[in-house]
């Protein structure tokens, strides 16, 4: 652990989404602080694209762990999907 100080405002979601499915992408891990710090940090150690967006992440922060992410917010979701997609693409 770093140490720099963790920003008790700080969010962290993450989703799972398998392209192509007709599921809508599920929240699986979630959480503020300290715990959002982690969340990113084993994202990083495993190589996962992170999307820096405060207020989508604060916005998801109500969904339930293993609930799909709400209709109102299918199309922030859907830009920030497809920028991981587009960004994966460059790296093949």
């Given at each position: ?5 963790v ?64 209709v ?21």
């Amino acid at each position: 652990m770093s140490d720099t100080p963790v920003n008790p405002q700080k969010y962290a979601v993450a989703l799972e989404y398998e392209k192509g499915s007709r599921e809508a992408p599920r929240v699986i891990a979630k959480g503020r602080g300290i715990i959002a710090e982690r969340i990113i940090a084993l994202a990083e150690e495993n190589d996962i694209f992170i999307e820096a967006n405060p207020m989508l992440a604060k916005a998801l922060s109500g969904v339930e762990i293993d609930d799909e992410i709400p209709v109102e917010l299918f199309e922030a979701v859907a830009e920030v999907i497809g920028f991981v997609l587009r960004a994966r693409s460059r790296l093949l």
